[in-house]
């Protein structure tokens, strides 16, 4: 399958632990996206990468969160102390940025995270 | 700030109807719509992309329609099957040259065999 791949599928945390998640987009392509989606809501943009920059953050994205996308392959995200309010669906998505605004997005299958 | 609404919340219907699903958002300026499919515990899915300068878009038995002055945008689904029972999600970017997405809560689609 060489689809958009996220890691762990599930995690469960205590409060105030730092989790980290990976996902890894399709292979050529340049643009990954992070959204986060609670029960019953539409997903909401926090951040994207260009190839290994990160062109903007959302204000949801707080400084306990972060974002990295080494060598423009694979990305992290980090939540540093996390709350209940962290709880949500991770997705990540990538794309070809050429051809904008035709532009595909191709989600994975998110990670869920619990924190109790 | 761009909000985007769906309605129904919620919609069941027997298999082999016709079916439209209504979203609008509040600023007419997007670059494009999108509808995307999600199954329970899944990611989303791309089903159609509509370009700001589009009308509309047609995939088999799916039609999404963008009335950007009016703000609203519909997807038409012919002859309902149980495999389309989903969530369906619509969204609109608001960013120039990138897929910054405004997502509706979604509408979710029951289609009874």
């Known amino acids: 399958d060489t689809g958009v791949s996220q890691d762990p599928r599930h995690k469960i945390t205590k409060r105030g632990q730092n989790v980290t998640f990976r996902c890894d987009p399709i292979?050529?392509?340049?643009?990954l996206y992070w959204y986060r989606q609670t029960l019953g809501q539409g997903p909401e943009f926090l951040t994207y990468?260009?190839?290994?920059?990160?062109?903007?953050k959302s204000r949801l994205l707080s400084d306990r969160f972060s974002a990295e996308r080494p060598k423009g392959s694979f990305s992290t995200l980090e939540i540093q102390r996390t709350e209940q309010g962290d709880s949500a669906m991770y997705l990540c998505?990538?794309?070809?940025?050429?051809?904008?605004?035709?532009?595909?997005?191709?989600f994975g299958s998110g990670t869920q995270l619990s924190v109790l | 700030k761009q909000e985007v609404t769906q309605i129904p919340a919620a919609l069941s219907v027997p298999e082999g109807e016709n079916l439209v699903l209504n979203c609008s958002f509040t600023?007419?300026?997007?670059?494009?719509l999108q509808w995307f499919r999600q199954d329970p515990g899944k990611g989303l899915t791309s089903l159609l992309l509509?370009?700001?300068?589009?009308r509309e878009q047609t995939s088999g038995r799916l039609n999404a329609s963008l009335d950007k002055s009016s703000g609203r945008s519909t997807l038409y689904i012919a002859a309902s099957q149980p495999g389309d029972s989903a969530t369906y999600l619509c969204?609109?970017?608001?960013?120039?040259?990138?897929?910054?997405?405004?997502f509706g809560q979604g509408t979710r689609l029951t289609i009874n065999p």
């Open positions: 998505a990538s794309s070809a940025a050429a051809g904008y605004p035709r532009e595909k997005l191709f």
């Open positions: 292979s050529e392509h340049n643009r």
């Open positions: 990468f260009q190839n290994e920059a990160q062109l903007e």
């Open positions: 600023d007419s300026a997007i670059y494009n």
């Open positions: 509509i370009q700001s300068s589009q």
């Open positions: 969204a609109v970017s608001v960013v120039q040259g990138a897929q910054k997405l405004v």
